[in-house]
T-cell receptor, first 115, second 111 residues
Framework: DQQVKQNSPSLSVQEGRISILNCDYT??????FLWYKKYPAEGPTFLIS?????DKNEDGRFTVFLNKSAKHLSLHIVPSQPGDSAVYFC??????????????FGTGTLLAVQP | DTGVSQNPRHKITKRGQNVTFRCDPI?????LYWYRQTLGQGPEFLTY????????KSRLLSDRFSAERPKGSFSTLEIQRTEQGDSAMYLC?????????FGPGTRLTVT
């Protein structure tokens, strides 16, 4: 049972254009969402997060949007750069009274930014 | 470098052997997590420590797996009697409360 889904295994965009990566979730107990970027042979690198009480969070070229009613979030990268080429993971945190805070990850989307 | 470190980065072992991995978290982080990642999948939660206490273990963590965090600092993950299905990237992460920061991982190959 995949609680966090990234339905696009890959995405290709031109340098300078917008990259939009999507993520859907099923568990209404998720209270916090994160995006990580991963290069081959490295661990995931934290990019940006959003609390479930917000609908938008922006950090430089990265913006995350959250639509709770649709259980959907997206990551926008503007403008896209070749160095953004990596696998992007969406992750969600379960809120059960501040216990584990373990993350549930999607399967990732491979972003390729073409020069 | 004040990030999360993991050793070794790569480990090749024969089936049936025991292996141990080490994770050194960011020094002020009291929470430490182990995840496992296989090809084409996202990281999957294995276990969680708050300081030295192991507070949660995933059902993925069979009795061949054991993790410790003595004194609430570094952590070790041991796999006994390794099987080919244990081949994966083992990731460690640490946090204070919100974002988890990951180490580079240990790539285990069981032959």
């Amino acid at each position: 049972d995949q609680q966090v889904k990234q339905n696009s295994p890959s995405l290709s965009v031109q340098e300078g254009r917008i990259s939009i990566l999507n993520c859907d979730y099923t568990n209404s107990m998720f209270d916090y969402f994160l995006w990580y970027k991963k290069y081959p042979a490295e661990g995931p690198t934290f990019l940006i997060s959003i609390s479930s009480i917000k609908d938008k969070n922006e950090d430089g070229r990265f913006t995350v949007f959250l639509n709770k009613s649709a259980k959907h979030l997206s990551l926008h990268i503007v403008p896209s750069q070749p160095g953004d080429s990596a696998v992007y993971f969406c992750a969600a945190r379960e809120d059960y009274g501040g216990a584990t805070n373990k993350l549930i990850f999607g399967t990732g989307t491979l972003l390729a930014v073409q020069p | 470098d004040t990030g999360v470190s993991q050793n070794p980065r790569h480990k090749i072992t024969k089936r049936g052997q025991n292996v141990t991995f080490r994770c050194d978290p960011i020094s002020e982080h009291n929470r430490l997590y182990w995840y496992r990642q296989t090809l084409g999948q996202g990281p999957e939660f294995l276990t969680y420590f708050q300081n030295e206490a192991q507070l949660e273990k995933s059902r993925l963590l069979s009795d061949r797996f054991s993790a410790e965090r003595p004194k609430g600092s570094f952590s070790t993950l041991e796999i006994q009697r390794t099987e080919q299905g244990d081949s994966a990237m083992y990731l460690c992460a640490s946090s204070l409360a919100g974002e988890q920061y990951f180490g580079p991982g240990t790539r285990l190959t069981v032959t």
